[in-house]
């Protein structure tokens, strides 16, 4: 047996059951071992996009991600995948062909490649180590890192050397931090005592993954003995979902209630969450005077975008149910349910009763019922721009929003459109919502929704794109039809890159470079072997309607024509990040 088949098939073993990628002579061998190992292999048009699907399906389903390309332009082509997965610190496992000899036309420096976006090298050295450096690279990927494995040809085409690790390769240890230091978990216990408004902001540490559930329910009961509001961070959006204290999302997609009560809150608790320009409004969201705390299982991630006025190393979950359970034992035991005497707390511990009668804490019923009617951008009033020949982005996703089903994923790409789906699309919950913006690259929310809708074939897939994205990855069309996936690709076309037109148009500066003639992106869309529908006004909604009634034969492309007199809110935020 060659390394190449060794490589594969100990990678099946590992449980790599489902691989993306691109394959050429160099990655031939070791993908055709993964599918004789038992992996389904999903053939993308570009190493781009199989790279984000590999990415997006590893962030669904909360295992680590596989991606197999060819030798050089293979690797160079999935180099925006690989770095948007390493800076969303994505388990990614990239097994990348190398051409070793350095005269060859396909030679590229793998390992300079990966370190240049924050992905890890990892090779495999020889015949007799191929099998030890495959488990290496694959436990290294389970610890949420993006890895590039080279596998060198030389090496792949060797008769590999058994020392009987076929046989005994396994599947790689899943080992979390341990629990909070004691003092830690006193220290938050006090602090969240003492807050009259504090409010937890939840990311990406406190989504789910591999066999373990996220932290939703430890969030919720400290929530509810201490009084605290609820928010996320963008990646994970839906989290929270139904809760009646969740504000949805902290930060530029923020709505005007979720800003106002964030803002005025006196204590706010990161928990997998970096705080970081994006989740706080470079900070405009933190009220004066606002404690911080944050709480992550990794050390450097501790202070890392903000100072924060106490750092605690240690799973979001365990974290979570330690400080719970020391408010509880601090209350003479029973400061939840057992301690709500009826009376009008609406089943709130004593110590939230007394902070809302005391302090207008964040519990109050009034609270309650204006988080209800008000926290949803899809009910804060706007005027309608819609003029007939071109639809409000706000109107279009409201409605659409009414149309979908709610059991779906919404994939978002990057651009000047971008809050529109993330704002007013709900999502069922957070890995209802995948958001592969790290890199704020353009270009990767089809490939996105693709990995997303591979992940979860029960849900409808919504892939929110603008038209310069949509076109940037227009090959993963073919993909779409070819995989029999019923999926929405949603165009907001302002036949524009729009983010450049609103972000330098009022300095007067000449547009010519960013603002394109109409392209017939439904037609393009048939062409695929999508429906294709052209959407200027509400009432051209009606074959959306149809297509969502059954049977979803083929995909759905809808190009909506979107008003854009005006830039986004949203987007101020991000060039000031630049
Ligand atoms: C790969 C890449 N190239 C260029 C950019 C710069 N850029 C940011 S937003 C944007 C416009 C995107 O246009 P579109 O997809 O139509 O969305 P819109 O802004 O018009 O809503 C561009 C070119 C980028 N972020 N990524
Ligand atoms: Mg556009």
Redesign the pocket.
Known sequence: MRVAEAVGQGLAKLGADTVFGVVGSGNFHVTNALIAGGARFVAARHEGGATVMADAWARTTGRPGVVSVHQGPGLTNAM?GIAEAAKSRTPLLVLAAEAPEIRSNFHVDVAGLAAAVGAVGERIYSPASALADVQRAYTTALGRRTVVLALPLNVQAAPVVQHGETATIQAAPRTYPAGPAPEAVTAIAAVLRGAEQPVFIAGRGARGRAGRPSARADLERLADASGALLATSAVAKGLFRGNPWSLDVSGGFASPLAAELITGADLIIGWGCSLNMWTMRHGKLIGTGATLIQVDDDPTALGAHRAVHLGVVGDVAETARAVADALAGSEGGGSEAGDSEGGDGGGEPRAVRDKNERYGGYRSPALRERIEREVRWRDVPFTDDSDGQRIDPRALSIALDDLLPAERTVAV??????GYPSMYLSVPDESGFCFTQA?????LGLATAIGAAVARPDRLTVAA????????GVSELETVVRLGIPMVVLV???????????HFGPDGDPLDT?RFPAADIAAIGRGFGFDGVTVRSAGDLDPVRDWLAGPRERPLLIDAKVT?ERG?WW?EEAFRGH
């Open positions: 925006t790409d990057s651009g000047n459109f971008m890199f704020q690259s353009i270009g794109l603008g038209d310069g994205g949509a076109l940037m907001y076309d302002d036949e524009a890159y729009g983010a450049e037109v609103h960013v854009s986004s987007l």
